[in-house]
């Protein structure tokens, strides 16, 4: 089942991660090394241990405020793609017409990233950009579960309101990359704070899955709101 999988690889990810974040002290101090040369350049935060590291850069108030955002919406934007079909089938919608959903999504997304892409080499305003994108994504999110109940004659909107979402949505990773990088340049790597991003998503991810896929036994309209309201919680913490 879908749930045990999930639950073997995280449980797989979370060893691997926790092994890496113990064990990966300092780089070593080689003499005539690339790495002791490349290290002694470097910023100080860069020496230090990756969980040290992480641990740092998660108790900034802003980027904690960024992580919790990210990680909440576009986590469970993913699971959202991932289980859609099982989402909106119980109410009358087709395999077709999941599939005509989310190429729509994904054509508004690479829209929206290029749209932003332009608004942001020219104006830097990251946090607007971000709070724009997970407010209105929220907001969409939020149109969606309420058509989605409606059945196949609310097809129209269930496109709109989906597409919008990833319109949104999708442009939030790289902003988010690079937002946190001006954030917190020049104290930490970009790789770092672009990692605990990603990690962040895919915990939400994974867990949301689970919760998910254990709600649409019950009921596939709670599971939807279930869905929607961790996009909608990670809108309110990017208000913060």
């Known amino acids: 089942s879908i749930g045990s999988d999930l639950g073997g690889q995280t449980i797989a990810c979370t060893v691997v991660v926790i092994v890496c974040a113990v064990g990966m002290g300092p780089p070593s101090e080689k003499p ?4 002791t040369e490349f290290v ?7 020496q230090a241990g990756v969980l040290h590291v992480s641990l ?12 919790l955002a990210f990680s909440c ?20 919608f087709t395999d077709d017409d999941a599939s005509n959903c989310l190429a729509s999504t994904v ?21 607007l950009v971000l709070r724009c994108c997970f407010l209105l994504s929220g907001a969409s999110m939020m149109a969606f ?16 309101t989906l597409s919008l979402a990833g319109f949104f949505l999708t442009p939030v990773m790289p902003t988010a990359f690079e937002a946190s990088a001006a954030l917190m340049s020049p104290d930490f790597g970009e ?22 896929t254990l709600a649409l036994r019950f009921s596939a309209t709670f ?17 913060l």
Request: with cysteine; aromatic share 10%.
């Open 223 to 239: 599971a939807l709101w279930m869905s929607v309201g961790f996009i909608v919680l990670g809108a309110a913490v990017s208000m």
């Open 56 to 67: 740092n850069a998660l108790a900034h108030p802003g980027f904690r405020t960024l992580w």
């Open 191 to 212: 790789a770092v704070l672009s990692g605990l991003l990603m990690m962040g998503g895919q915990v939400v991810g994974v867990a949301a899955t689970l919760g998910i």
């Open 145 to 160: 579960a309420f058509v989605v109940p409606l059945g196949r004659t609310a097809l129209p909107w269930v496109i709109l």
């Open 107 to 127: 054509v508004c997304g690479l829209i929206g990233a290029g749209f932003f892409a332009v608004f942001l080499d020219r104006t830097h305003k990251y946090r």
């Open 32 to 35: 005539g090394g690339l790495t």
């Open 40 to 46: 002694r350049e470097a910023d100080p935060a860069m």
């Open 73 to 92: 919406s576009l986590g469970t934007f993913n699971t959202i793609t991932t289980l859609f079909e099982e989402l909106i089938k119980p109410h009358g």
